[in-house]
């Protein structure tokens, strides 16, 4: 797909402007929404409204619901009240639920206006849950059918058209609660007369609304159902999450995890306009540079030895920076591991335990390159004895930091994907050069 | 799921060994199996193949199958041959695939001993393929009917026990090519006399073995169906990809991405043996340590300058962090780019134009900032425009190096998640601390 994408972005960009129109409605017409949005995102902000305005209006919605924040935002911008409102009609509850991430609260409303009441009091049932809880994403495509209903009623409902991704038929008593599951496969083999709570599923997970909406897509995947029920607290049926929908939840977790580390979101546009980009930029940058001049004003501290013995000055980056990376291997880890709840109390004396160990390992190793390395490098060995030491030392409490930050943040219900590599390498800086330049002072002036 | 998930962990590591076994069978009596293979991983190792030995025989095929490459191994390789054995009896040539990779070469030889021929066939066409081609990864439980097959056949077929993940019966000519694709939900709602071939799907996807196995399971994922067919280069139907197997494909791709900026891989086990673990990273503390004295070695260039304006010194971090900061944020966007197809020649000028752009601008904000930052804090002026400068050209010239590092490393087949930060870091620690000093050499010596 990669490489399909890549041919369709240079035919577009490489297209006359008459030709255009053609192009695109053949890449539309053939491809997936999905792709379709990828290659939008993929085209300069000017080229992307420009081949936005000859999709035709009926693919344009599925492409809105699968493009990420802003470039979504990019184009809904420049569209029409018009163009809008041709978008608005008919639309189901769960794409406004998507679209109303990226449009003002007033046309929000005007897309409700035009909207059937159901589908309106699915929305507003929708909204009653935050955007990290599994009941703002279900969907209400469902088979159900009350629970005295027989295998005749099951195959009655199947020969309607079905959704995707159904496997099972949900029974639900008369005060609209869920009740059991029974699979299609097993409607289709089985007698006419049989009632279907005989042929409902032992085991099966219900999930809750206001379940996060990672772990229960997670536990969608597991399932090996194509879709799992989401009850309110009472235990009302909602609607469902299939693994179409978990499978977008769950990439879009990853994603955000991924840009997290850099300070960005996963809605970040590849063509943002630039004072946008800069803007949201400046604030990580800005954050950083705190932490940046705060190792300084360590390092200021010494200033008298670094005039005497300026060989620190010139191995000071190899003490922070191996730091840095044997912090950061050990957070990579245990931001993982928290994620998935395999960091808790009872293990996290172990974890530490090992941690420290493979830092006292690694710690003993390098201190023994590096201090070879600098004794050799400035004809001093107790050059060598302090950077040895400062490396140890780093090393070890980088594998401590490693664990104990994330851990914190989370405690703190701070996310460690964002802030946890900022605070681990302000702590190994710190640590680094006090460490080394402590002891350049004592055993070097 | 991720509380329930700790809860367990301190359970088990709560429990007296004498209920640890009735503990451990309720466990996996009541959980899939991917539960219980998170709940093994985050168990010290000790305690981990204590609880291994007490999984029931029949359920430990199913665990093992979903777990991580190093615990599986962990757990193998502390498995008697008779237990072994057991493990192998019956095994679907798809799960001694997975397990194959975790397994010595002898040991998949006597699982393949005493396995049936047909699953033998499979397993040894799945091994046709490389690990990141899709044909490794087919599973073969499908619904296949011949091209002249009617309707009375589909349900005759749907009739007997559904697979999970099965929305469409596939129809192969006698060559065993895959033709059409027809959905149950079709099958179930026609008469029985109609040829099935009246009913296929006018678009549907067919995957390619030699296909990238993300790229195919990201087309499963976006299909809206359950599962696309793979075939091989002629159109033979090797079998099926389901929308579980794409999204453990996908998961697994991710969890790589994120665990590759620390040099890992996404096998690492939390409770790796401390000596396997300090041997893992050691070469990525190596690699750090060649960059590292790379940029002493540009910094011992300016010993003279540095003894004569200590302030240099001190304030070199704060140039490289704000570079390495800015850099990856451009570099994060541009992987993501690249993974995604969506970096290419055709708009990669255009990237360069908004990036570059982005970056002069935040590098003249933080350049002012800086610049008078400094010189109050150091009484002097000068030192204020050389960091200044010295900011403005890190922070372009890391926007510039946050795209070229990912585009070069992807044109040479490396991966850019993996190398792209270090490469990147070690261009601007050197750009920064050469502008820093080599301007603080001209305008403060």
Do not use: C
């Amino acid at each position: 797909m990669t490489d399909e994408l890549s041919d369709l972005i240079g035919e577009l960009v490489d297209t006359t402007a008459d030709e255009q129109d053609q192009v695109i409605r053949q890449i539309v017409a053939t491809r997936e929404p999905e792709e379709v949005a990828l290659l939008l995102e993929s085209l300069p902000l000017a080229v992307r409204l420009d081949a936005w305005s000859k999709v035709p209006a009926d693919d344009k919605l599925d492409i809105l619901l699968t493009m990420r924040g802003d470039p979504r935002e990019s184009l809904l911008d420049n569209m029409t009240l018009q163009e809008l409102d041709a978008l608005f009609d008919g639309m189901a509850a769960e794409d406004l639920v998507e679209l109303s991430e990226s449009l003002p609260r007033r046309m929000v409303d005007r897309a409700l206006w035009v909207m059937d009441e159901q589908q309106r009091h699915y929305f507003e049932g929708a909204k009653q849950y935050r955007d990290d809880q599994i009941g703002r994403w279900v969907s209400h495509e469902l088979l159900v059918l009350p629970t005295n209903a027989r295998v005749r009623d099951g195959m009655r409902l199947l020969r309607r058209e079905l959704p995707d991704y159904v496997d099972t038929v949900f029974l639900v008593n008369r005060a609209g609660h869920f009740s059991e599951a029974v699979r299609i496969g097993k409607i289709i083999a089985s007698p006419d007369h049989l009632p279907l709570v005989d042929l409902s599923e032992d085991v099966f997970t219900v999930l809750e609304g206001q379940e996060d909406s990672v772990d229960a897509s997670v536990k969608v995947q597991q399932s090996g159902f194509s879709a799992l029920p989401v009850v309110d607290d009472t235990g009302k049926l909602l609607g469902r999450i299939d693994v179409g929908t978990a499978g977008e939840l769950v990439n879009t977790y990853y994603e955000g995890q991924l840009m997290a580390g850099a300070g960005m979101d996963e809605n970040e546009d590849l063509f943002a306009p630039v004072v946008k980009s800069a803007r949201s930029r400046a604030l990580w940058l800005g954050i950083n540079l705190l932490t940046a001049f705060m190792a300084s004003w360590f390092i200021g501290l010494f200033e008298a030895t670094l005039q005497q013995v300026v060989a620190l000055a010139v191995l000071m980056p190899v003490v922070a920076s191996m730091g840095g990376i044997a912090g950061s291997q050990t957070l990579t880890l245990i931001i993982r591991g928290l994620a998935m709840g395999q960091v808790t109390s009872a293990n996290l004396k172990a974890l530490a335990k090992k941690e420290l160990s493979v830092g006292g390992l690694n710690g003993v190793l390098w201190a023994i390159v590096i201090g070879l390395v600098a004794s050799v490098w400035f004809g001093s060995p107790v050059i060598g004895v302090v950077i040895a030491l400062a490396i140890l030392v780093n090393i070890v409490a980088a594998a401590f930091s490693g664990i104990a930050v994330p851990v914190l943040l989370d405690k703190f219900k701070l996310d460690p994907a964002l802030s946890g590599s900022v605070v681990l390498t302000t702590v190994t800086d710190i640590v680094g050069f006090v460490a080394f330049l402590g002891l350049g002072t004592l055993l070097l002036v």
